[in-house]
């Protein structure tokens, strides 16, 4: 399936998505257990989707979009370019690359965040600007 994003936007995506680990926050923030954590992560990932909002709190988001690159890993591709999980992942993308990722709910792929070339989250964020702007 094709993104419409480079391969470096695409690594870069995909790296701020696994830097959070939100099943760990879900657990301890939201106190839910584990059996449910799947569940609750959906439904919010589906309150995103249908609401075209994002929550008001950073590392609500941070745990969502977590949940919704686990989706993709699943699948083992990312979204189509133009489907609704493709506009979510640009969506929160713009909204959190900015944002450093809390210290207590850090992945262990953080490091890759981390350590993305320099330049890089701005790229990322200025050829999707482009990609949004074309339609």
Do not use: C
Request: aromatic share 14%; no cysteine.
């Amino acid at each position: 399936m094709s993104t419409n994003l480079t391969s470096e936007t695409e690594k870069t995506i995909i790296s701020l998505g696994h830097a959070f680990d939100g099943y760990a926050y879900a657990g301890k923030v939201w106190n839910t257990p584990e059996a449910e954590i799947h569940t609750v992560l959906g439904q919010r990932l589906m309150q995103v989707q249908e609401s075209g909002r994002l929550f008001l709190n950073a590392s609500d988001n941070f745990a969502t979009n977590f949940y919704l690159h686990r989706s993709f890993h699943h699948w083992g591709w990312l979204p189509a370019a133009k489907s609704a999980e493709w506009y979510t992942m640009l969506f929160f993308y713009l909204h959190l690359y900015r944002i450093t990722v809390p210290q207590a709910q850090r992945h262990e792929s953080h490091t890759i965040w981390a350590n993305r070339p320099i330049g890089a989250a701005e790229t990322a964020a200025a050829e999707i600007r482009q990609i949004l702007r074309r339609g």
